[in-house]
């Protein structure tokens, strides 16, 4: 069987019907995955989501911040969210898709704009969670688990992942220890990033370009932050993957653009 799947940092999911509309008719996922859809589980949209095609939904929100949701054609079991630090900020979804595919929807916070976690309490938040998140896969390494882990992770940890490396370095997203402790969550359970299996990492390739630039395809100061990783157990199973840069420039559009990859299950 050929399995879609799309991740995709809506910012604000009441706000993207266009461009849901769009993805569906377009990428035509087997399961799309949301990240900061900024609303309570009561106000979701779920009435549009049954008439795209997707009967089976788990989501995890609140009021305009962050808020994670899986939404399937398949059937979802075993759904549920995890918190980290200790805090329940709606970051976090869990599904089991048919195969046994283990299924994380992850949104890991942005981290302020100052990268001193003495000074930012953002930046320290970010990084205990990449910490925790890391300790948590390490003690599942080795258990053949058939794993998907997606998101807006909200790191570049590639050179070529942001526009200027050097003029990066000291900005959120791509600092060193970012970068480091991304790696070592990816390393810690022998993730597959996917996308860069398919996708050269000699490639510049970026997922998000700030609402900031005055002509954001002209400018390209993007920044790869969404990502597909696959577990030992599923990397075989990777047949292709597609970042679409075009959506960025589409109708109100997210400053995030959707990711997927096909897989052979």
């Known amino acids: 069987m050929r399995l879609r ?14 461009a849901l509309r769009r993805i569906v008719a377009e990428i035509r996922p087997d399961v799309l995955c949301l990240q900061e859809t900024k609303v309570e ?14 009967p089976h939904r788990y989501v995890h929100g609140q009021k305009a911040y962050h808020g994670v949701a899986i ?17 329940d900020d709606c970051r976090h979804a869990i599904c089991r898709l048919p195969g046994g595919i283990e299924l994380h929807d992850l949104y890991v916070p942005a981290g302020g704009d100052v990268p001193d ?45 942001v526009w200027s490396h050097t003029q990066l370095l000291d900005v ?11 790696l070592g969550l990816q390393r810690a ?18 997922t998000w370009w700030s609402y900031r630039a005055r002509d954001w395809n002209a400018s390209d100061r993007g920044r790869r932050l969404d990502h597909i990783w696959l577990s030992p157990a599923l990397a ?30």
């Open 5 to 18: 799947i799309t991740t995709w940092n809506a910012n604000s999911v009441r706000l993207r019907e266009a």
């Open 41 to 54: 589980d009561h106000r979701f949209p779920h009435e549009l989501f049954a008439e795209l095609g997707f």
């Open 71 to 87: 939404l399937s054609k398949l059937p979802l079991e075993d759904c549920r969210t995890r918190k980290w630090c200790g805090v």
């Open 117 to 161: 976690p003495e000074l930012n309490p953002k930046f320290a938040h970010k990084l205990a969670m990449l910490r925790e998140l890391t300790d948590y896969f390490a003690t599942r390494r080795g258990d053949g688990a058939r794993l998907v882990l997606v998101g807006d992770l909200n790191i570049a940890p590639l050179p070529t992942d």
């Open 172 to 182: 959120v997203s791509h600092t060193p220890v970012e970068t480091e402790g991304l």
């Open 189 to 206: 359970y022998g993730f597959l990033d996917a996308v860069r299996a398919v996708i050269p990492p000699e490639r510049k390739l970026y």
């Open 236 to 265: 075989s199973a990777l047949v292709t993957a597609e970042v679409r840069r075009d959506a960025r420039g589409w109708e109100n559009p997210s400053d995030h653009v959707p990711v997927t990859v096909e897989l052979e299950v």
